[in-house]
Structure formats: structure tokens, C-alpha cells
T-cell receptor, first 113, second 110 residues
Framework: DAGVTQSPTHLIKTRGQQVTLRCSPK?????VSWYQQALGQGPQFIFQ???????QRGNFPDRFSGHQFPNYSSELNVNALLLGDSALYLCASSLTVTGNTIYFGEGSWLTVV | KNEVEQSPQNLTAQEGEFITINCSYS?????LHWLQQHPGGGIVSLFM???GKKKHGRLIATINIQEKHSSLHITASHPRDSAVYICAVISGGATNKLIFGTGTLLAVQP
């Protein structure tokens, strides 16, 4: 059983470009959360998707958007990239019932130049 | 002030030492996670606690809900334990949103 898989693992983009990151949750998990982790800091919550809807959102601008598909996989889109968007983007999956174990992907390293 | 505070921020130990990492939080929680992150970036969940104590191999995690405090202990530490250890809480409600501490960088020297 594959855990949480993310792609791509590393990518470099130029300021102003757009990026799409992808996440496949652990089998049977219906909830996907995205986190941004800047170098040397703890992860920050971006948003969470459940039943193809954004259920909760952290303090991130509208340039950050997402989507969840019927198979529970998810995408994170970032428009008009800034240098400060350079970070590790982590996807975590869980069952929607609070208190269940959360599984993390290996992350996608985004560098904006 | 962060809602989840960890101490120490950095910890260097000699192989075989007993290690304790502390986590305090200021919000109501439904569960607390201890996570391990290696330099490559991937995060592994070590424990999920809502009360009491859990043990897995050389790792022990405890939580005191009344005092809003948790500890992660590593017995007989080994260089392969070197990593960042992160405390993260689920702040209740209908979602599994995690609030993370800033992490403790542990280096175990042979």
C-alpha cells in the first residue's frame, strides 16, 4: 500500500510563473491538507480539502489555490510566484474523522529564482 | 507567541544518552503528534497522543492534558536518531488541521 505520494519532488520556477504540485493520498484517506515549510521553520497550514471542497484555509493569499478530485487526489496551484514562495510543500492525508493518524508525503521542494 | 512551543531548539547528545524534548501548547487540542523530519524533508509520524503515554522501541511519548504539555524521550540515543523532531497539535473542531511547533534539531554524536 503506497503512502502519500507527491510530485514533482524538486522544481525550479521563475518569479511570476505558475506552479502546480500534486498529491495522492494514502489509500482509503479522504482528506488532504497542504503545508508550506520555509527553510528552518515549522510547516504552516495552507488549506485542507474534503469531498472536493476547501474545508479550511490558513493565512495564505489567493495566489494559492487548490483542488481535490473524486479519487481524493489533490493539486496545489500557486500563481504569480514570488521569491518568498520558495519552500518545501508538504501534503498530508487522513480520514476525515478527527484524531486519526495523519500521513505525510516526502514533499515538493520549490525554488523560485 | 506561538501556540505550540518546543524546547530545546537545538540539542547535541553523545551516543547512548537519554534525551528529552518538551512541547507546550496554549490551545485546546484533540490530539498531539510527535513527528520526525530528516534532512531530505519527508515527515514521519512517530506518535499520536490524546492522553497518557505511548512507547515504541526506544521512543516514549507522554502527554499531560491538564498542564498542556508533552514530552518525547529517546533512550539509548544513536546517531541515526539525528533529525528534527516536531510537535504538532490538532486544535479540535471538524478538521485535522495541524499546528506545528518550530522543531528541535537533534544531533547525536558517536
Amino acid at each position: 500500500d503506497a503512502g502519500v505520494t507527491q510530485s514533482p519532488t524538486h522544481l525550479i520556477k521563475t518569479r511570476g510563473q505558475q506552479v502546480t504540485l500534486r498529491c495522492s493520498p494514502k489509500s482509503g484517506h479522504d482528506t488532504v491538507s497542504w503545508y508550506q515549510q520555509a527553510l528552518g521553520q515549522g510547516p504552516q497550514f495552507i488549506f485542507q480539502y474534503y469531498e472536493e471542497e476547501e474545508r479550511q484555509r490558513g493565512n495564505f493569499p489567493d495566489r494559492f489555490s487548490g483542488h481535490q478530485f473524486p479519487n481524493y487526489s489533490s493539486e496545489l496551484n500557486v500563481n504569480a510566484l514570488l521569491l518568498g514562495d520558495s519552500a518545501l510543500y508538504l501534503c498530508a492525508s487522513s480520514l476525515t474523522v478527527t484524531g486519526n493518524t495523519i500521513y505525510f508525503g516526502e514533499g515538493s521542494w520549490l525554488t523560485v529564482v | 507567541k506561538n501556540e505550540v512551543e518546543q524546547s530545546p531548539q537545538n540539542l547535541t547528545a553523545q551516543e547512548g544518552e537519554f534525551i528529552t524534548i518538551n512541547c507546550s501548547y496554549s490551545v485546546g487540542i484533540s490530539a498531539l503528534h510527535w513527528l520526525q523530519q530528516h534532512p531530505g524533508g519527508g515527515i514521519v509520524s512517530l506518535f499520536m497522543l490524546s492522553s497518557g503515554k505511548k512507547k515504541h522501541g526506544r521512543l516514549i511519548a507522554t502527554i499531560n492534558i491538564q498542564e498542556k504539555h508533552s514530552s518525547l524521550h529517546i533512550t539509548a540515543s544513536h546517531p541515526r536518531d539525528s533529525a528534527v523532531y516536531i510537535c504538532a497539535v490538532i486544535s479540535g473542531g471538524a478538521t485535522n488541521k495541524l499546528i506545528f511547533g518550530t522543531g528541535t534539531l537533534l544531533a547525536v554524536q558517536p
